[in-house]
């Protein structure tokens, strides 16, 4: 039995054998300028085994979220960023780096190379970027935060599904991002079976939300179905709202 459940942002929950693993959990209505537009149902992400974070941008390791989800909940982080949490109350933190493995249940994790800033602010702790690989009778690929790099085939291999994220927070991208497009080659790279797109349709700066929705908010996954359709047809490509959920 394996699902995913698109919570939102970069935000995962990932049900794999048994074992409930939570990404990069960003779960407040408001973060600092960002507005959240779907609701949330914390109550559905209560008994984790554990949390994966990618990076150390706000909006990925956001402690407030972490504090949510329980301080006795374990956490996997890229090294370096560890002492951020055990300074905060958290009792089981675990520090990983490019081509580490922590076994959480039945699932083993695999941590992976990513091309993006993992600096928290010019004075914060900092940790390079990771991807991760999630591995059971299914076999999942959380890309984080990332651009395309050289050797994302090496990735490759039976993956059953890619989550690859396809825009952020704002109307623009800035560097170590993919768009829609660029997420479209990435599968070309990695061929799963299917890919659910992710960090899109979420948050919002509050002045770009008094009159209407954004239209970041809805355009990105139209522009990846199609670029995917070009690049990569053999890919399967499952939109998910966030809240849905997907059965593998």
Do not use: N
Request: aromatic share 6%; hydrophobic share 45%; proline share 7%.
């Amino acid at each position: 039995m394996a699902s995913v459940t698109y919570v939102g942002h970069s935000t995962v929950l990932v049900d794999l054998d048994g074992t409930r693993l939570l990404t990069d959990p960003l779960l407040r209505t408001r973060v600092a300028h960002l507005r959240r537009r779907p609701s949330l149902a914390l109550e559905e992400l209560r008994d984790l085994d554990a949390v994966l974070v990618s990076h150390a941008h706000y909006d990925h390791l956001d402690l407030p979220s972490l504090d949510v989800v329980g301080r006795s909940t374990p956490v996997v982080v890229p090294r370096g960023l560890g002492g951020l949490l055990r300074r905060r109350g958290f009792t089981d933190v675990t520090e990983v780096d490019v081509g580490e493995r922590v076994t959480i249940g039945a699932v083993t994790v695999d941590a992976t190379f990513a091309v993006h800033d993992g600096a928290r602010g010019p004075l914060g702790a900092s940790g390079s970027p990771l991807g991760y690989v999630l591995g059971g009778t299914r076999k999942l690929y959380f890309a984080g935060d990332t651009d395309l790099f050289d050797g994302m085939e090496e990735l490759s291999g039976e993956l059953d599904l890619a989550l690859v994220p396809i825009w952020g927070w704002g109307p623009s991208l800035g560097s170590g991002h993919l768009d829609p497009e660029g997420a479209a080659r990435a599968l070309a790279l990695l061929k799963p079976r299917l890919a659910v797109p992710i960090h899109w349709g979420t948050y919002h700066p509050v002045y770009l939300g008094l009159r209407a929705v954004p239209s970041f908010l809805r355009q990105p996954p139209l522009r990846f179905v199609e670029a995917a359709a070009a690049v990569a047809p053999e890919v399967e490509i499952r939109v998910l709202q966030p809240g849905e959920t997907l059965d593998l």
